[in-house]
């Protein structure tokens, strides 16, 4: 091992080992895109995804069950409607250089990125900076923050914040897929 090297990077979603599902694992469902009220990009990305099970439920349903900087607690709301989160390796690039690869994978995703260059530190109450989180389906993309005629359901090569830095990506697995969070 005497020419061996750190690796420069991974693949977003690793190949699945032996006797794992592969996926995609969501590629059929349909999304109604729904408009956050307030800062609640992640209860209302929950929320709509958990509806296209059929389930009967708002924002507010999860507001009650996740911490919005806790992706366990998210991955956990989805449990009732079969769904898990699934973290991909990723680090601090630009969602630009994920983009390609999210949409070869032909499925279901949650693109976390930071909507200002991050500080190395927190402010005086805890908080680094704010983030904003939007659903990939296939190969287009749902903000919640947007009207979707105004950008929230866009193909994911036209999307206008590709440029911002990566802080979480997750694949949608079904209820207990050996990956989840």
Not at 32 to 44: E, M
């Amino acid at each position: 091992m005497l020419n061996w090297k750190p690796n420069a990077n991974a693949p977003l979603w690793d190949a699945a080992a032996v006797g794992e599902i592969q996926g995609p694992f969501f590629s059929d469902i349909e999304i109604k895109h729904d408009r956050q009220i307030g800062p609640s990009c992640v209860a209302t990305t929950l929320a709509m995804i958990a509806r296209t099970t059929g389930a009967d439920v708002t924002p507010d349903d999860f507001k009650k069950v996740t911490n919005s900087q806790s992706p366990h607690s998210w991955s956990n709301a989805l449990k009732p409607y079969g769904m898990q989160l699934a973290y991909c390796n990723h680090d601090l690039r630009r969602v630009e250089h994920y983009i390609d690869e999210l949409v070869e994978h032909d499925d279901l995703f949650f693109l976390c990125f930071y909507s200002v260059n991050p500080p190395s530190d927190p402010d005086e109450k805890g908080k680094l900076c704010t983030a904003h989180i939007v659903t990939l389906h296939k190969d287009t993309i749902y903000d919640t923050a947007k009207h979707s005629s105004s950008g929230g359901v866009i193909a994911a090569h036209d999307y206008a914040r590709l440029e911002r830095q990566t802080k979480r990506i997750f694949r949608v697995v079904p209820l207990g897929h050996p990956r989840c969070v």
